[in-house]
């Protein structure tokens, strides 16, 4: 079986709720950072700021975890972490700007929208096509010629 990232929409997902509280957590941290909040930088609680970042780190984690930001990267690794990958990624753009497919008017789209959720739905078409990378789980190892393990002189 292959590696898949599977990605949720909608306001009633764990992710939507996860990345509200993350944004609400940046702000009381940003704040606390900018000194617009005086109290968070009183001689009794210095330590404060530090602490309302290291709660934005916190629910930042949890939130990659429910909005499988961590399976996307891996993804972004499979598909870039190699001159492979790397390759069949330049050949998928040039592909979608000599047939002007899905990825090409993702591409287009960048540039040119009418909405924040027509922008969200290109880069989200362009990351499916770009990152979507399936590596097979088998081992290929052994339909090899040579033995892997003597040495190569």
Request: charged content about 15%; glycine content about 6%; overall charge negative.
């Amino acid at each position: 079986m292959a590696n898949t990232i599977t990605a949720s929409t909608g306001t009633a997902t764990n992710c939507y709720t996860y990345a509200n509280v993350a944004w609400n957590k940046w702000d009381e941290t940003y704040n606390c950072l900018t000194l617009d909040t005086p109290n968070c930088w009183t001689v009794n609680s210095i330590i404060e700021p530090l602490n309302k970042f290291n709660q934005f780190g916190a629910t930042l984690s949890d939130c990659f975890t429910a909005c499988k930001n961590v399976n996307f990267l891996k993804q972004v690794d499979l598909r870039l972490g190699s001159f492979a990958g790397a390759f069949d990624a330049l050949g998928a753009v040039g592909v979608a700007f000599w047939r002007q497919n899905s990825l090409y008017q993702s591409f287009i789209g960048l540039t040119n929208f009418a909405s924040c959720a027509e922008l969200g739905k290109n880069i989200s078409t362009l990351c499916k096509h770009l990152f979507d990378f399936k590596a097979p789980d088998e081992v290929q190892y052994n339909n090899l010629q040579g033995n892997l393990t003597a040495p190569a002189y």
